[in-house]
């Protein structure tokens, strides 16, 4: 008899064990990444954050978001030049991350990131991926 393999849903423990593992397979290759995740409180209270690693020598940001109550305050400009700032003393060349047309592609541009491509995603949305030099 051969093996029964099962898929089921991972909770949030499971997703940081696979990402743990992946890093530990990348390693000999892409050598050690690293996380680069900050977050701005407000009261207590979790008002902006973003989400970020790097790998070779280029940061991936995965999540930037900041609560519409806080919005154009410009926590979403803090936390992204924090972490390229982080990135850069640590060696990082350049920046690449996606964002789709009804989040914040005007915002990339204006933080000063050159579209690389885009792409129809869903509906009327397009997918939008940037980079920046650091």
Not at 7 to 17: F, K, L, Q, V
Not at 49 to 56: E, K, L, N, P, T
Not at 67 to 72: C, D, G, L, T, V
């Amino acid at each position: 008899m051969g093996q029964i393999f099962q898929i089921t849903p991972s909770a949030d423990g499971d997703s940081e064990e696979i990402h743990q593992r992946l890093r530990r397979y990348n390693r000999p290759f892409a050598g050690e990444q690293r996380d680069y995740c900050f977050h701005i409180t407000v009261d207590g209270a979790l008002a902006a954050g973003i989400v970020a690693g790097s790998s070779f020598d280029t940061l991936e940001v995965e999540f930037l978001f900041v609560e519409e109550a806080y919005r154009h305050m410009g926590l979403g400009s803090q936390l992204l030049r924090h972490a390229e700032e982080t990135a850069k003393k640590a060696g990082v060349k350049k920046v690449l991350l996606n964002t789709y047309s009804f989040q914040a592609p005007e915002f990339y541009r204006k933080q000063g990131y050159t579209l690389l491509a885009e792409f129809p995603c869903f509906g009327p949305h397009r997918q939008f991926f940037f980079q920046k030099l650091l």
